[in-house]
């Protein structure tokens, strides 16, 4: 046996993703990787070029006719339920058979010979519309009266005018947020392969393969015990595949069962874009009413989103961007209302924050407004108005905040970025009133963690341990580039106390664990490392009863060392232990558990504990802005970033930058723009800017807050970190903030709307300029 | 004249002959679909992710040169005579990874692992010719390279540490090259070559005559040389483009010819291949050259297609006519050299007659005096199509402004000179009031439009600032810096 003191692959320890080898060698298989079988056939979705009109005819012949097109699906080829709406408010059709209601909303599906024939043929439908009028924004729509899509919020806490009543400094204003496209590397996709009787398998890349089987399942009439879905990996999700994949793998399929051939289908980048959801534009209005040393009084913040045409999951997207409207401040009074507006776009869906990121930026608009109106450093606001203890830790929600820790991550981040002193560089360098501007900025995150809505916090898992003491590992996570995998086998590796290459860790698949929560709001490893965990320890203490009762030692006696099992004075090798437990008949199959404990949101109250814990983290950023045109530079960031007790450094840490640099673009260079006919104009990389290697920061530090521990019973200690550190680009967006203010001496209150183009940056200076 | 019906290439170093070739047969679909070498992705197909990313190996000037492509947008048909080397082909015996390889797992460079063959591909390259670049070297090499997981910290790193695994000295692709230059010697078509069904026909014309013969048959062929442009117009348009010509492969056009009076540059050359010459007769044009699409898009597109496809937002024509630059037009009767100005005619019409095709641009040397600049607007730095770009050339003599040549791209429907603002520099001192008001007059020669990149306002704007730049940037008494710096 191995001589090993500790074993690979550790809990805590960094350790390379566990496809890294395959993804530099081009062997990791994605969805559109996997070999077809013979007689695939290939679905296209055929869309409508119009932004909100009557469906008075459509003539499909030319689409039939079209060289190697086998079959056509409609509306009327559905044998379920013609809806995939994720919350089951039935307001999202697979097609729509009355009504467009976004630019390029898919009508029906080709199926032909190959890719290519069906996206020729996609092309030639004669559809007759009556054009109906259309709003693209939530500010048009609400003025052409259109509805919300879903319930808004409303949360409260304390005297709203009685704060602003005896506040000496009042400011109301609005700030404009944009969308932003997941723009993952690979696209929608799903490949299904047909089966007897009505079964069906569909491969593919998506977060939530529970919800592709049912939406499967419900669009088919058939049971959930008929759909099997999985997937391997993703090549990105960030949301965008939480729902948006339900018309692939439902149109997939339905051709796959009628027809009894594979069928794949694959949307181009420009198809993909523009009709599949986005991270939610916001209009926000807020009033404001604080002191002269700073402090918040009270705060009426006013959320509207374009949730686009149906619901999806808007409902709790603006949910969530009430529940971060406060960061990491306290609001002695406060009332937050949200506005899920139905606008004429494609429906907007989950993207990391989940809303979240909209809520922080609105916040630190209004630090920003105390800042300049009172002639502060923004620093010094934010700090004024930390959540603090003696009455100043209750939420806008109704929860207490018991795991503070902005204070010291804050404190500590302006000693490491050296804020003081780059601070006041910046300011003498913008009193030499040159072209070259400069900003410097530090702000905070505090992110809530559970999905808020209660039930979703559950997990399960799946452990096989086969004679020859290999494991094979199975939870209802999904692995999109985040390491789950990685960090969940980690935990399972320091339960047996085997190597991790011991592991196979296999596809996500609803065979093997049904009922999952989809892979999101950061939940991953806390959900799915805890059941496995569970499963781990359902099978240690099975193999222990064993072991105590065939060489008649106690429990306690049996313990579990690297590789290895001790038994009383005997060590044996975990293989042959393991052969040992099957010869006398140790059932050595687990399936494990899990559910968040403490959590409960009451939400027409507006109260509850619906976060079972907050993750935290601070950005300093350092930019240079060019006053003639705009353009600006990132000249250094610092992070410091909360993840508990890591699982695996490395990857948190890669997960931190990541997600700073997608933030980062949301709020700088990724605009989605609409022309007036209603179509997106930016969907392809040719037009939609995510950054660069050259948008990085010039000087770019990371580090983890390596003293934090979850102060909750979380999979070892550790802390979520999928969505939290993507609002630290929020810090870029504020310091270029500064630097415009300098042209008008800091007086001035910049109010830029995000994203933070050159465009918007110049027009901003202009403004300033002229008086404001 | 006699022609060969096949097209042949190496392919991850074994030779492929192909009896049928469309036109518009993509190598990333061959590779895919065809091949099953599905680690080369599709991200895009517009040759802006990076995902598809691949070595293609030719013979440049008689030796073998390896860059990086986008297979998405590159047709097979082009490929005649050339090695695809695709990420499956970097492995070696027993599996071992390859130093790009091996420091991209060491670094941590992989998240989702889509873009990731794509990365490993454009670092081979960079590596193949560059084993210790700098961070701005990097950034350069990658701009044609999307990641969307981990904010490319730690691509940078790998980037930097490749070397530490193997020298490229050692690389097989490196050991091999007199063999793959013999092997793609012999591939080399002895004539023309057509292949393909009648309505995806493609033309590889045998030399410049012989593509004049072509032209003159058929005067609506789409004549494709990097495919940068053209290639989007099957992938996302699904456009009949039959029958294509293609003359990336033609040496005639692939001349540059440095004189004391002028740089000429022949229609095929493409960005990279041009860069050391644009370099050393236009520095001013070297970092504005770093700034046209990525570098898998600056290996195949050429200025000739940059100028040919009248584009009012293509990078080079403006600085290419503030410079004075003329195009050759050719076609079976002869040539005839106009200035580049009076090419673009009106959007989407140029003055090319049936069977013109360009054959080069020529780009007078700055005469003494003359100063220029060329500036670049875009939402984003690198890989961005203009929201305004500018050439800028200003000739000063005893303090005074004796000529102007300023043009503009993305403010109207043709890259367009500003005639009322030069009329307003000429006979002034060189001072700030005199660029001041000239730039007050940008809106009497443009009424730009508002899209997705810009509004008319904010190009109205920056067009004017960007005169205040020059000026800035230029004027011997401006300490402080006007623009931001690259590194």
Known sequence: MKDHTTINGAVHHDLQHDSAIKQVSGTADYTDDIAEPRGTLHAYLGVGNVTHARILSMDLARVRNAPGVVDVLTAADIPGVNDISPTHRHDEPVFPTEKVEYHGQPLFAVIAETRDAARRAAELADVKYEVLPHALDPIAAVAAGLPMVTEPLL????????????????????????GQDHMYLEGQVSFAIPGEDDEVVVHCSTQHPSEAQHMVAQVLGVPSNAVT?????????????????????????????????????????????????????????????????????????????RCGYSSDLSGPVTDRALFHADNAYYYPHVRLTSNPQKTNTVSNTAFRGFGGPQGVVAAERMIEEIA??????????????????????????????????????????????????????????????????????LTPVKFGISFTKTNYNQAGSLIHIYTDGSIQLNHGGTEMGQGLNTKVAQVVADAFQVDFDRIKITKTTTEKVPNTSATAASSGSDLNGMAALNAAEQL??????????????????????????????EVMPFASFINHAYEARVHLSAAGFYKTPDIHWDRAAGKGRPFYYYAYG?????????????????????????????????????????????????????????????????????TYKIPLASDRPRIFNTELADWSENREMTIKRSKAVGEPPFMLGISVFEAISMAVASTADYRICPRLDAPATPERVLMAIQRLQSGG | MAYQGEIRFL???????????????TLLDYLRIDRSLTGTKEGCAEGDCGACTVLVGRLHEGALRYEAVNACIRFLASLNGCHIVTVEHLAGPRGRLHPVQQAMVAQHGTQCGFCTPGFVMSLYALWMGNPTPTVTEIETALQGNLCRCTGYEPIIKAAHAVNSYGSPA????????????????????????????????????????????????????????????????????????????????????????????????????????????????????????????????????????????GSPIGDTPPVL??????????????????PLEKFFIDYGKQDREPGDFVAAIRIPRPAPGQIDAAYKISKRRDEDISSVAAGISVTVTDGAITDARIAFGGMAATPKRAATVEAALIGQPWDKATFDAAAARIGMDFKPLTDWRASADYRLLVAGNLLKRFFLEHDANSAAPARLAIA
């Open chain 1, 372 to 441: 300049y109106a009172l002639g502060r450093d923004t620093l010094e606001v934010r700090r004024t108005n930390f959540y603090g203890d003696d009455g100043r830790d209750m939420t806008p929600y109704h929860q207490q905040v018991q795991d503070n820790i902005i204070g010291r991550i804050v404190d500590q981040l302006e000693v490491s970025s050296d804020y003081q002193a780059r601070r006041r560089a910046v300011l003498d360098h913008n009193a030499q009133g040159g072209i070259i501007r400069r900003g410097i900025a």
């Open chain 2, 170 to 309: 050692n690389d097989h692709l490196n050991r091999e090259r007199a063999n793959v230059t013999a092997q793609l010697r012999a591939l080399q078509p002895e004539g023309r070559i057509e292949t393909g069904p009648a309505d995806d026909r493609a033309i590889l014309p045998a030399d410049l005559d012989d593509l004049a013969v072509v032209l003159a048959e058929y005067p609506k062929a789409t004549i494709v040389a990097g495919s940068t442009d053209v290639g989007l117009w099957v992938t996302k348009f699904l456009r009949p483009i039959s029958p294509v010509v293609f003359v990336g492969h033609l040496e005639e056009l692939k001349r540059i010819e440095m004189t004391d009076d002028a740089l000429t540059i022949g229609a095929g050359v493409t960005y990279s291949e041009s860069e050391t010459a644009i370099r050393a007769g236009f520095p001013h044009l070297g970092e504005y050259w770093d700034r046209i699409a990525g570098w898998q898009v600056r290996n195949m597109g050429t200025i000739g297609g940059n100028i040919a496809n």
């Open chain 1, 540 to 569: 240690k203490d099975r193999l222990t009863a064993f072991a105590a009762d065939k060489w008649q030692v106690t429990p306690e006696q049996v313990a579990f060392l690297p590789n290895a099992v001790r038994v009383g004075d």
């Open chain 1, 229 to 305: 879905v999985n997937v391997r990996r993703m090549g990105g999700g960030f949301g965008g595949k939480e729902s948006q994949m339900n018309i692939f793998a439902v149109v997939a399929a339905l051709a796959a069962k009628r027809l009894n051939r594979p069928v794949k289908i694959r949307p181009d980048r420009d198809q993909d874009m523009s009709a599949t959801g986005k991270r939610h534009d916001f209009v926000i209005d807020y009033d404001l009413a604080f002191d002269d040393s700073g402090r918040i009084q009270a705060v009426e913040g006013h959320f509207a989103a």
């Open chain 1, 155 to 178: 949360l409260q806490r304390g005297d709203v005018s009685g704060g602003q009543a005896d506040a000496t400094h009042r400011v109301k204003g609005r700030m404009v947020v944009g």
């Open chain 2, 321 to 338: 006519i503030s410079l004075g630059a003329e195009v050759t037009l050719q076609k079976a009767g002869g040539k005839r050299v106009l």
């Open chain 2, 11 to 25: 392919l991850n170093g074994k030779t492929v002959v192909l009896a049928e070739t469309r036109a518009t047969q």
């Open chain 1, 618 to 686: 601070a950005a300093c950023s350092e930019v240079s802005v060019d006053t003639l045109t705009g353009e600006y530079r990132v000249e250094r960031t610092d992070i410091l970033h909360d993840v508990g007790r890591s699982l695996n450094p490395i990857i948190d840490k890669g997960q931190v930058e990541g997600a700073f640099i997608q933030g980062m673009g949301w709020l700088t260079t990724e605009e989605l723009w609409w022309d007036d006919k209603g179509r997106l104009r930016t969907h392809a990389p040719s």
